[in-house]
């Protein structure tokens, strides 16, 4: 049995910004979530990187959102990877670790 089962709420926005993502792009996004079920969790997919200080914001902070590069996912398609496996496992990382990104060539 998975640990993570189905992953039926899932939350998304993305953004092309030339720009580092910042954190007011992200507090919108995470109120957006927090008024769902408290079994959904977002997933954050930017054009660019994200500030520094989102990381010191809401990693360990009960984030409900993980975060994803649009490079990440060129990754995933070269490698023929399965989108859904590569959300399981930045979900784990999430919830076992309070980490909101994890680069994909980290991961396990």
Do not use: C, W
């Not at 990381?55 to 995933?76: C, G, S």
């Not at 398609?77 to 496996?85: C, G, I, L, S, Y």
Request: charged share 30%; proline share 1%.
């Amino acid at each position: 049995m998975e640990a993570f089962p189905l992953i039926t709420d899932i939350f998304s926005r993305s953004e092309m910004e030339k720009e580092i993502i910042g954190i007011d792009d992200l507090r919108i996004f995470s109120d957006k979530i927090i008024s769902k079920s408290a079994f959904t969790r977002g997933l954050f997919i930017s054009f660019s990187n994200f500030n520094d200080y989102i990381f010191q914001r809401y990693n360990n902070n009960h984030a409900r959102f993980i975060l994803m590069t649009v490079q990440e996912l060129f990754i995933l398609a070269e490698r023929k990877m399965d989108f859904k496996e590569l959300l399981i496992k930045k979900i784990r990382v999430l919830e076992e670790e309070g980490i909101v990104f994890r680069n994909i060539m980290e991961l396990n």
